[in-house]
């Protein structure tokens, strides 16, 4: 095939001017008369005029949402008005948190949509053999015969007692995601839905949690800060709000200083003050360092933390200091504990030494970082602490806003103002003793075990252990996994040590997909499903979170001219015969399974999700049994599901009566808001959370701990669960940390602990340094064509080239060039790369972007579509390894690998 | 009406049902045109019709290879759309697709299937439908409508589906696994490709000889 073709359109031009010689219509007439034997077109009432010049387009701004990473920023979509075609998007121009800026992930959407690759229509696997090296062979089925399927499969567990073999997992998500990832399971009655948290940044929310009970990521005060301390976090490429963080980071330079912590140079580096090149894994012993010169040279915010009690400083290196001495602030609690347990030793030398950064570094940043306390910010990424033992540091990192008095303060950490979105009706009432009973099992990913503590929002077993479902469902532990539903994910992709979920999802007896491309997830599914994209084709509800603001962002399904019309946004608002994962799946699930005498989905569905406008129910707006009325109610209930979610927001009536209303802008209907398509909060109350000013922490003490008592009692209560000590905890999880141990870290207060290695250093003598692109819309990008050929854009990579970047010195050692092709070998796997020799990366390191190595995905993402892989996935060679008291997967920092030329 | 009128209206007629056969045949093969295939003879149309018939396979078969050529979803190994081979391989709706989309509708129809408009079957059945207006007028005794018919039909050949009916064929050549499509793909690409070079010659003998339209239509065999 050509790229591009060479065709001389000017031999046409003899033909374009007797086009209007034609009867207008003719041909129409002639089709209208062959009437239903045409299979392909149809006839018009009226021919149209079309348009002359087709370079000029023309078009309304349509609202909807980027989900390209979890910035989530709000868009606008530009459509043709005549086509329908979406030609361009940008920020949506109200949001007050970004503008009309985005990044180039909104862009590379519309080559998602537009991409020949994308799963058209639902399909069957026939060939019953399942594997990497076994072709599947997908037919196309209609979609009544894949939900058909489905719901018989269903129906065998639940008559078989066995709802519990049921499982959804899920990745990307939309605010409509309770009806399939929470109530669809629930009614059918299995415990097992499993989010892809744990492989996403978990780690980072546990150093909020366990100092000032947040349990959550934190928005950046970077319009009012003097200093940024960022580790790990490269916001202007990745993660989260990039594009207020990049719009904002010229001015941030011309205010304030920013120095970053990252083993590689990464893009935020490059336009930095400061590098700190830490040694992988070692972040934690820079923070302690950091907090002791902190407190050593006295620049602590009084206000925030207290002070002693005569005004001498007696932190004191080397020396434990009296509590009685020292007045703590009523915001918080616990530094001379973190002093004595932790920090009193931890002097810069000693961290240079452990981090491989040099002293006066450590203290040239700790210094320039407090004395601009309190606008100042700690800003935790998720690279220093998606580590093993990465809680710890996770906590010692955010502890620094703490003694700067930087939290919720100008300038510094905030979270998001509370928002006016209702909770979606929940199915409690329509839950029977069969999916009761089911409930009552274990989860497959074996969270809340002695050595899984995952310890989310203070509860054992509170947060997900997202790769370790492999393991569950590979030994039936705690149970087996007959029928699986999977969508926006491809586990078999994205979870460290990939292979593993190959061969689990190779054992599960039947796995239903519901993705926008063909994944490697889906070579293993026997129905694959075609999803909607969600930045054009759907309904569905996010947030964004920046400048002081939350946003509540919709999605729409933006090709309709009327949205809101079901058949208009079946007609219209999609190109293919796609459906949405979180409504209008479920539903037509629902009528199926009702078909088959379980009507308790559908029951709740046509209770409970009314258009709350008319009040008119599904069936009363849509009647009929037929297959189309199903999909004509499915795509209303999916409209209803976000009316109903944005309900306060949009109806006057119901927020003044009805929800306890937390401020932020009014909008008197439903289509006014809906046209609009974002909503603000208030802007956030510097400070409000602080005792002195009246607030409280959402910590067990009220107050923000550099103690760890929340942490302590999350302990004791897993410990407790499994009738042990805290002790037997750590040690079974491999954490240092110990209860009054004299000889180890305290258990409870932010501290360093020493990495341990996935590898033998012999064997494997680099540190292998993953990182994501910036141009990865969360590992769906790589089938389009920008991702690949802009790829530079990560600094050290070359465009269309997956390569692992080497430091000329170690390269020089082992005789490798650039461009040598070589293999890169860990203890669990071994990919295919080639080498860029590059100052970026710390001698003993190997630095490589996330994302190549896709055997599936599409024609451009892969070598050969469904064969060869492009380049290699970092997973296949980083270990299925965990930072077991958040429960997150560990990607970076300690995964050890060997290189050689092939 | 003259014996050679007749004999010329059944000759596009032939044309007629050419473009309409072939387009069923792209379609998924449980979508009727197989059916058809059975039901047409070689006198009905200009392609080898027992040739693709022998070539049938099984129906599990045919709807395999029909999936891995056209529709995927790991396969897609002929992507049926205009604009893949005209504009950028790596994009559908483009500005083909949306010059086809507005031909389709200044004409008085549009896409009916869920796809977009410069699919193959689509634009096939757009030829049937401009070859069969024309043999309208010509039953209708319209010549003047008729020759504009032919040159409206050259017109879409040119600018859509002669540019990209070769390369489509060779990917099905190349990839098919039964005999069926690449026997399809062989009977496509040789009827457009012979049909849009005598359209070229009838309009060129209208345009630079006295003959009428009649003798034109003579003039060029279907084969």
């Known amino acids: 095939m050509s790229q591009h073709d060479t065709t001389d359109d000017d031999d046409t031009d003899l033909w374009i001017g007797r086009r209007d010689v034609m009867k207008a219509g003719a041909v129409g007439?002639?089709?209208?008369?062959?009437?239903?034997?045409?299979?392909?077109?149809?006839?018009?009432?009226?021919?149209?005029?079309?348009?002359?010049?087709?370079?000029?387009?023309?078009?309304?701004?349509?609202?909807?949402?980027?989900?390209?990473?979890?910035?989530?920023?709000?868009?606008?979509?530009?459509?043709?008005?005549?086509?329908?075609?979406?030609?361009?998007?940008?920020?949506?121009?109200?949001?007050?948190?970004?503008?009309?800026?985005?990044?180039?992930?909104?862009?590379?959407?519309?080559?998602?949509?537009?991409?020949?690759?994308?799963?058209?229509?639902?399909?069957?696997?026939?060939?019953?053999?399942?594997?990497?090296?076994?072709?599947?062979?997908?037919?196309?089925?209609?979609?009544?015969?894949?939900?058909?399927?489905?719901?018989?499969?269903?129906?065998?567990?639940?008559?078989?007692?066995?709802?519990?073999?049921?499982?959804?997992?899920?990745g990307r998500y939309t605010y409509l995601r309770p009806i399939l990832y929470s109530y669809l399971p629930q009614i059918i009655g299995s415990p097992n839905n499993i989010s892809h948290s744990a492989i996403c940044a978990e780690a980072e929310k546990f150093g909020p949690m366990y100092t000032e009970g947040e349990w959550s990521y934190r928005q950046y005060d970077v319009q009012q800060s003097r200093y940024v301390l960022a580790w790990g976090a490269d916001p202007i490429s990745a993660n989260r709000q990039v594009s207020h963080y990049s719009n904002e980071f010229g001015d941030l330079l011309d205010r304030a200083t920013?120095?970053?912590?990252?083993?590689?140079?990464?893009?935020?580096?490059?336009?930095?003050?400061?590098?700190?090149?830490?040694?992988?894994?070692?972040?934690?012993?820079?923070?302690?360092?950091?907090?002791?010169?902190?407190?050593?040279?006295?620049?602590?915010n009084r206000e925030f933390v207290g002070e002693f009690e005569d005004g001498e400083n007696r932190f004191v290196p080397g020396e434990r200091v009296d509590p009685e001495t020292f007045e703590e602030s009523e915001n918080s609690r616990g530094v001379i504990e973190?002093?004595?347990?932790?920090?009193?030793?931890?002097?810069?030398?000693?961290?240079?030494?452990?981090?491989?950064?040099?002293?006066?570094?450590?203290?040239?940043?700790?210094?320039?970082?407090?004395?601009?306390?309190?606008?100042?910010?700690?800003?935790?990424?998720?690279?220093?602490?998606?580590?093993?033992?990465?809680?710890?540091?996770?906590?010692?990192?955010?502890?620094?806003?703490?003694?700067?008095?930087?939290?919720?303060?100008r300038g510094g950490t905030l979270y998001a103002p509370s928002t006016g979105v209702e909770d979606l009706p929940a199915p409690d009432e329509y839950v029977d003793e069969v999916a009761e009973a089911g409930l009552d099992h274990e989860k497959i990913d074996q969270r809340g075990r002695l050595e899984f503590p995952a310890l989310k929002d203070g509860e054992s077993g509170g947060g997900v252990v997202t790769n370790n479902a492999a393991d569950g469902i590979l030994d039936e532990d705690p149970n087996e996994i007959e029928v699986l539903i999977s969508y926006w994910n491809n586990f078999a992709f994205s979870n460290p040590e990939s292979q593993r979920w190959e061969e689990a999802l190779a054992e599960i007896p039947f796995h239903a997909t519901i993705e926008t491309h063909a994944s490697e997830t889906a070579w293993f599914a026997d129905v694959v499903l075609p999803a909607t994209h969600h930045q054009f084709e759907r309904w569905g509800q996010l947030?964004?979170?920046?400048?002081?603001?939350?946003?509540?962002?919709?999605?729409?399904?933006?090709?309709?001219?009327?949205?809101?019309?079901?058949?208009?946004?079946?007609?219209?608002?999609?190109?293919?015969?796609?459906?949405?994962?979180?409504?209008?799946?479920?539903?037509?699930?629902?009528?199926?399974?009702?078909?088959?005498?379980?009507?308790?989905?559908?029951?709740?569905?046509?209770?409970?999700?009314?258009?709350?406008?008319?009040?008119?129910?599904?069936?009363?707006?849509?009647?009929?049994?037929?297959?189309?009325?199903?999909?004509?109610?499915?795509?209303?209930?999916?409209?209803?599901?976000?009316?109903?979610?944005?309900?306060?927001?949009?109806?006057?009536?119901?927020?003044?009566?009805?929800?306890?209303?937390?401020?932020?802008e009014e909008f008197d209907d439903w289509v006014e808001f809906r046209e609009r398509g974002i909503w603000h909060t208030d802007e956030w109350e510097y400070r409000h959370r602080w005792p002195s000013e009246g607030g409280e922490f959402d910590t067990d003490t009220g107050v923000f701990e550099f103690d760890g008592e929340t942490l302590r009692n999350a302990l004791e209560g897993h410990a407790e669960r499994h009738d042990t000590d805290v002790d037997t905890v750590l040690d079974v999880c491999n954490y240092q940390g110990r209860v009054d141990d004299p000889d180890a870290p305290d258990a409870f207060v932010p501290h360093y602990e020493e990495p341990y290695d996935m590898g033998d250093e012999d064997d494997y003598p680099f540190n292998f340094v993953d990182y994501k692109d910036r141009l990865?819309?969360?590992?769906?990008?790589?089938?389009?064509?920008?991702?690949?050929?802009?790829?530079?854009?990560?600094?050290?990579?070359?465009?269309?080239?997956?390569?692992?970047?080497?430091?000329?010195?170690?390269?020089?050692?082992?005789?490798?060039?650039?461009?040598?092709?070589?293999?890169?070998?860990?203890?669990?796997?071994?990919?295919?790369?080639?080498?860029?020799?590059?100052?970026?990366?710390?001698?003993?390191?190997?630095?490589?972007?996330?994302?190549?190595?896709?055997?599936?995905?599409?024609?451009?993402?892969?070598?050969?579509?469904?064969?060869?892989?492009?380049?290699?996935?970092?997973?296949?060679?980083?270990?299925?390894?965990?930072?077991?008291?958040?429960?997150?997967?560990?990607?970076y920092g300690d995964v050890r690998v060997d290189i050689e030329t092939r | 009406m003259s014996d050679t009128l007749d004999d010329r209206i059944a000759a596009e007629r032939q044309r007629a049902e050419t473009y309409r056969l072939l387009a069923a045949l792209f379609q998924p093969p449980d979508a009727g045109g197989m059916d058809g295939l059975e039901a047409t003879t070689d006198a009905d149309v200009s392609i080898a019709v027992?040739?693709?018939?022998?070539?049938?396979?099984?129906?599990?078969s045919l709807k395999l290879d029909h999936a891995g050529l056209f529709v995927g979803p790991f396969d897609l190994l002929a992507p049926p759309y205009e604009s893949v081979y005209v504009d950028d391989e790596t994009r559908v709706m483009t500005e083909?697709?949306?010059?086809?989309?507005?031909?389709?509708?200044?004409?008085?129809?549009?896409?009916?299937?869920?796809?977009?408009?410069?699919?193959?079957?689509?634009?096939?059945?757009?030829?049937?439908?401009?070859?069969?207006?024309?043999?309208?007028?010509?039953?209708?005794?319209?010549?003047?409508?008729?020759?504009?018919?032919?040159?409206?039909?050259?017109?879409?050949?040119?600018?859509?589906?002669?540019?990209?009916?070769?390369?489509?064929?060779?990917?099905?050549?190349?990839?098919?696994?039964?005999?069926?499509?690449?026997?399809?793909?062989?009977?496509?690409?040789?009827?457009?490709?012979?049909?849009?070079?005598?359209?070229?010659?009838?309009?060129e003998r209208l345009d630079s000889t006295d003959d009428d339209l009649v003798a034109v239509l003579e003039g060029g065999e279907n084969r």
């Open chain 1, 29 to 170: 007439a002639v089709a209208a008369g062959l009437g239903s034997s045409l299979t392909s077109l149809t006839p018009l009432a009226q021919a149209e005029d079309g348009r002359t010049d087709l370079v000029e387009h023309t078009g309304d701004w349509r609202p909807s949402t980027c989900a390209g990473c979890t910035s989530w920023c709000a868009a606008q979509v530009l459509v043709d008005d005549e086509t329908d075609r979406v030609l361009r998007t940008r920020g949506h121009e109200d949001s007050r948190i970004h503008g009309t800026n985005d990044c180039p992930r909104q862009d590379l959407g519309i080559q998602q949509l537009y991409d020949p690759d994308r799963i058209t229509q639902p399909m069957r696997r026939t060939n019953p053999e399942k594997g990497r090296d076994v072709d599947p062979e997908f037919e196309p089925i209609s979609w009544e015969e894949a939900i058909g399927e489905i719901a018989d499969r269903i129906m065998e567990l639940r008559e078989n007692g066995e709802p519990e073999t049921f499982m959804v997992t899920r």
């Open chain 1, 258 to 300: 920013v120095a970053v912590v990252e083993p590689r140079l990464s893009s935020t580096a490059t336009k930095s003050d400061e590098w700190l090149p830490v040694e992988p894994g070692h972040d934690g012993a820079l923070a302690s360092a950091m907090a002791h010169v902190i407190l050593r040279d006295g620049l602590w």
């Open chain 1, 338 to 409: 973190w002093w004595n347990e932790e920090l009193y030793d931890k002097e810069p030398e000693w961290a240079a030494d452990e981090a491989g950064v040099p002293a006066e570094q450590i203290e040239r940043v700790a210094t320039g970082f407090a004395e601009a306390g309190p606008n100042a910010i700690s800003w935790l990424g998720g690279g220093p602490c998606m580590q093993v033992r990465g809680s710890y540091t996770a906590m010692a990192i955010h502890a620094l806003n703490g003694l700067v008095g930087s939290v919720g303060n």
């Open chain 1, 543 to 664: 947030r964004s979170t920046g400048a002081g603001y939350r946003t509540i962002n919709l999605h729409t399904p933006v090709m309709a001219d009327d949205p809101d019309d079901p058949e208009d946004v079946l007609e219209n608002g999609r190109l293919w015969d796609v459906k949405t994962d979180e409504t209008e799946i479920p539903y037509l699930l629902a009528e199926a399974l009702a078909d088959r005498g379980f009507e308790n989905l559908l029951a709740f569905f046509e209770t409970e999700y009314p258009d709350p406008e008319s009040g008119r129910s599904l069936r009363e707006e849509i009647p009929g049994d037929d297959f189309e009325s199903r999909e004509l109610r499915a795509q209303a209930f999916s409209r209803n599901a976000l009316k109903l979610r944005t309900r306060p927001i949009w109806d006057p009536d119901y927020r003044e009566n009805e929800f306890d209303w937390p401020g932020g």
């Open chain 1, 776 to 891: 990865n819309r969360e590992g769906r990008s790589a089938n389009t064509p920008w991702a690949q050929e802009f790829n530079d854009v990560n600094p050290g990579d070359e465009p269309g080239k997956d390569l692992a970047k080497i430091n000329p010195r170690d390269a020089d050692r082992l005789g490798i060039e650039d461009g040598d092709e070589i293999s890169i070998r860990s203890p669990v796997g071994e990919i295919e790369s080639t080498a860029k020799l590059w100052e970026g990366v710390r001698p003993g390191t190997v630095a490589k972007t996330w994302g190549q190595g896709h055997w599936a995905y599409g024609r451009v993402a892969s070598d050969e579509f469904g064969d060869e892989a492009r380049g290699g996935s970092n997973n296949v060679v980083i270990g299925a390894e965990y930072d077991r008291l958040s429960g997150s997967s560990v990607f």
């Open chain 2, 50 to 60: 027992g040739r693709l018939r022998e070539a049938v396979p099984d129906r599990d």
């Open chain 2, 96 to 203: 083909a697709t949306e010059r086809v989309r507005t031909e389709y509708r200044e004409a008085g129809v549009d896409i009916d299937l869920d796809e977009p408009a410069d699919h193959v079957a689509a634009e096939l059945e757009f030829t049937y439908l401009l070859v069969a207006t024309e043999v309208e007028a010509l039953d209708a005794g319209a010549f003047e409508a008729a020759e504009r018919c032919l040159e409206r039909q050259y017109e879409f050949l040119s600018a859509h589906l002669g540019r990209w009916i070769s390369e489509l064929a060779e990917n099905m050549r190349e990839h098919a696994d039964t005999a069926f499509y690449s026997a399809l793909a062989d009977e496509a690409r040789s009827f457009v490709e012979a049909d849009g070079r005598r359209l070229a010659e009838r309009l």
